[in-house]
Every structure is written in C-alpha cells, then in structure tokens.
C-alpha cells in the first residue's frame, strides 16, 4: 500500500518543504492548502513559495489551492502543518471533508492553551478519529535545510506501527530519513518542550553567555522534558533520540531557528510586541511555555526554564533576572532518587 494523493493543509515553511519530501518520495499528487489566495496561485503556477521559501523549486507533483475541501478531497494523507494555536478553529472548519481511513499527520509542535491537550489529542477530539490513524512527524526538521536537501534525520510516531511505517516510505528520500516510534507522548511533548527551551538559549546567547551556559541550558531543558514526560506516561529513551535531544540541539544551536531568534530579541531588550512584529513567522515556544507551565503544574512536574521563560514573556521579566533565578534555585542531585546528606 502507498500513498496516491495527499494534502497538506499550510504554507509555510514546514508545510511547503514537507510537499516536496512527499513528491520527492514519490507520492504523485500533493496539494498545498494556503489561507492566501495569492499565495497558493505562486506555488501552483510558479511552483515555487516566495513568502517562506524563495529558494526551493518544487516538483510537479505538487499543487496548491487556497479552497482546503478542494485539497483533502480524495486525499489518502491529510497533514497538518498550521501553528498549534489555531489548530481546533481550523479543523472543526474542515470536519467532514476528511476521507474515512485517511492518515492525518501533525507536524505541529504545541501544547493548546487552556486545554492543555497535545496537538494529536485536538486532532483526535475534533476531526473525531480513532488515535491509530494519526501519525506525528518531528525531530531536527529546520524546513530551509530539508528545502535545500541537507541531510536529516526525523520520526514518525503512530500508535499503530503499520500506519507509521505508511508514512516513513511516503517521506523516505535519500536526504531524509524517517524512523519509526510507537511513543506519541514523548516525541509531542519533546517537540513542544524544545521551543520554550530555545527562547532561554536565544536569551542567554543575546546577554553574551557561553557554550557552558549553553549547554547547561540545553542539557537542564532535557531533564526538564524528560521529568514531564515521564509523568505524562512516555518512555525515557524517546528523548534521548531525534525527537528529544535531537530536535533540541537543532532548534536551540541553529539560526535559522525561528524560537532560537525570538529568544534572542528579547535578550537584546526588545518587548514582546516588538519581537512579534519584527517576526513573520510564528514562534511556537511563546505560547506553548503558557499551556506547557500549566501542563506541568497539573501534574506536579517542575519546570524552572520553562516557567521563567513564561515569566520574561509574559509577565515583563527581565531576561538576565530570569537567569538569576534560576541560579539562586536550591541546589540538589543531578538525577531523582539520588540520596543527598539531608537525605532529601
């Protein structure tokens, strides 16, 4: 089995990269879906996204429309690929268009506010599908590195590993490898988690910090993950792998990173109204540490990057006192259970 028709609903940067890996692979008819009329008439007659990736050409086998019923229409794969916080208004817009046995595909990497859900469990409520049928990608995927075919690695977690193994050939280029995971948790909360973690590195490299504080950064924003997704109920070795510390190191190193680079705005002093004006793209990290501190506290887990990442955007706090916070943190073990002198 292979897939014949896919839609992608977003043209953005991922979205648009994600159409030319599809027919890169061999899918022979994928549909771009954009809001902007304009936009979709670039991609389908120009074959090109001048707004997000002007330096990709992408492949006829890919199309575009600004009608989204017109793009899932006979579509065996539906994918995902608009920011996480407006996923449910989208979807439910959608609801009924979606074939019966189609695999839908996340590529979103949020928590939703006020709902605290994973980007897969509003696509489950609201498209109202059976959890098998919805596969997410994620890992260190920066879209003008896979739009420019550099080589990466991803994964495709499903908890129906037949399913899965559908979409790792429909994505399987000789630029990019796909893996397969059985752990939905994890690999969502290591994709959302990672962005609240790259607004704290953009900080520290705008304030003039080094590679040890930065690696401390990411190495903390790890366990941090890790405790979270161990009380959400995901397996540990997940964020050892491509969707953990992979995506981390990615997201966090890289200036092309688009949580990286808000980060850094605000480290240089700027407001948040002023960092989001300067962006066109969305920062996904900026809200997600939101529903990602609430996510936390709902089940006991402590997250002291995150919350003070909440903190510098949110509540107007300033990027080094939220630095020193969290060094004038109680010291403690590295690892849980580590007995200590106090015997906490």
Request: proline share 5%; charged share 20%.
């Amino acid at each position: 089995m292979s897939i014949q028709r896919a839609a992608v609903l977003g043209s953005g940067s991922w979205g648009t990269a994600f159409a030319k890996v599809l027919a890169d692979a061999g899918t022979p008819s994928v549909t771009v879906w954009s809001r902007r009329p304009e936009l979709a008439a670039a991609i389908r007659d120009e074959h090109h996204n001048p707004d997000y990736l002007p330096a990709m050409w992408l492949p006829d086998a890919v199309t575009a429309t600004s009608d989204a019923f017109e793009a899932i229409d006979g579509a065996d794969l539906v994918v995902l690929a608009v920011p996480s916080q407006t996923l449910r208004a989208n979807l439910a817009a959608w609801n009924g268009a979606i074939g019966a046995d189609a695999t839908l595909v996340s590529l979103m990497k949020g928590i939703e506010l006020d709902t605290l859900k994973r980007m897969s469990e509003v696509i489950v409520e609201v498209a109202d599908v059976e959890p098998d049928r919805v596969a997410v990608v994620t890992g260190p995927n920066l879209a003008p590195e896979i739009a420019a075919e550099q080589i990466a690695g991803t994964v495709v977690a499903c908890r129906d590993i037949g399913r899965a193994e559908l979409v790792q050939r429909a994505i399987s280029t000789r630029y990019l490898r796909p893996y397969t995971n059985d752990d939905v948790v994890g690999c969502e909360l290591g994709g959302a988690v990672k962005n609240a973690i790259a607004l704290a590195y953009g900080m520290a490299s705008a304030l003039g910090f080094g590679d040890n504080t930065k690696a401390t950064l990411i190495t903390r924003g790890l366990a941090e993950t890790a405790r979270l997704g161990a009380a959400l109920g995901a397996n540990p070795m997940t964020f050892a792998g491509l969707a953990g510390l992979g995506d981390l190191i990615a997201t966090c190193s890289s200036p092309l990173s688009r949580n990286r680079s808000f980060g850094e705005r605000l480290g240089r002093g700027e407001t948040l109204e002023q960092a989001q004006a300067a962006t066109r793209q969305t920062a996904e990290g900026v809200k997600s540490c939101l529903s990602i501190r609430d996510l936390a506290h709902s089940v006991g887990v402590e997250m002291p990057i995150t919350e003070q990442v909440e903190q510098v955007c949110h509540e107007g706090v300033d990027p080094l006192k939220a630095l020193a916070a969290l060094m004038a943190r109680e010291t403690k073990p590295e690892r849980p259970g580590v007995p200590s002198s106090t015997g906490q």
